[in-house]
Nanobody
Framework: QVQLVESGGGLVQAGASLRLSCAAS????????IAWFRQAPGKEREFVGA???????YYAESMRGRCTISSDNTKNMVYLQMNTLRPEDTAVYFC???????????????????WGRGTQVTVSS
């Protein structure tokens, strides 16, 4: 089992920036893909972006140009830097990890094997 713990959420004003962190109990270099999702109350879980370890990074269109995913494999950490935050970005943000490639698409929750418990991001207008 891989444990993931998110941190860095909070209450910010519109236009502000946040960097979320995801600490993994396993070496990030041993994982195939690490992703960020978000979920607002009453909404479906929404894909934010994903990092394929040692390869490319994919972002949802709604976040393109406003977020950056990065990793520090020496610390088993993955980060989500978000800029120019909007009220509609308010949600619980989750990190997720896939241990191997699969048939499901990168943006689908079913593609991931392990999930953190989430960190709340609230953006006020």
């Amino acid at each position: 089992q891989v444990q993931l713990v998110e941190s860095g959420g909070g209450l910010v004003q519109a236009g502000a920036s946040l960097r979320l962190s995801c600490a993994a109990s396993a070496s990030t270099s041993s994982l195939y893909r690490i992703a960020w999702f978000r979920q607002a109350p009453g909404k479906e879980r929404e894909f934010v972006g994903a990092l394929r370890v040692g390869s490319n990074i994919y972002y949802a269109e709604s976040m393109r140009g406003r977020c950056t995913i990065s990793s520090d494999n020496t610390k088993n950490m993955v980060y989500l830097q978000m800029n120019t935050l909007r009220p509609e970005d308010t949600a619980v943000y989750f990190c997720a990890a896939a241990v191997r490639s699969g048939l499901s698409a990168t943006s689908l929750p079913a593609s991931y094997d392990y999930w953190g418990r989430g960190t709340q991001v609230t953006v006020s207008s």
